[in-house]
């Protein structure tokens, strides 16, 4: 069994910074692919961001590239989201899950919710105006 747990959310002024953490339980993390997702009230799940098994790659929703940045750390079994000039449109509940539906080691990341197996409980981003 896998758990997720998020941290770093809270509420921050436009053109601020947060820092969001997903760390993970069990022996697989460095196997898998990991994705950011966010949902805001009244809208569907989105994509946001995700990365590779092995840092090797990355791949971002359009409207966060250039300020939100997703690294892992492999040894601390954690995943990270570095989100500048955050704006009032990217208020949402912020989720972590792996990119485990369709095996270890995807060398691309993808971007549909169903290819994700495990999720967080989301942590909270406010982003006021």
């Known amino acids: 069994q896998v758990q997720l747990i998020e941290s770093g959310g809270g509420l921050v002024q436009a053109g601020g910074s947060l820092r969001l953490s997903c760390t993970a339980s069990?022996?697989?993390?460095?196997?898998?692919?990991m994705g950011w997702f966010r949902q805001a009230p009244g809208k569907e799940r989105e994509f946001v961001c995700g990365i590779t098994w092995n840092g090797g790659s990355t791949r971002y929703e359009d409207s966060v590239k250039g300020r939100f940045t997703i690294s892992r750390d492999n040894a601390k079994n954690t995943l990270y989201l570095q989100m500048d000039s955050l704006k009032p449109e990217d208020t949402a509940v912020y989720y972590c899950a792996r990119a485990g539906a369709l095996g270890p080691r995807l060398q691309y990341t993808p971007v549909r919710g169903i290819d994700y197996d495990y999720w967080g409980q989301g942590t909270q981003v406010t982003v006021s105006s």
């Open positions: 069990g022996q697989s993390f460095s196997s898998y692919g």
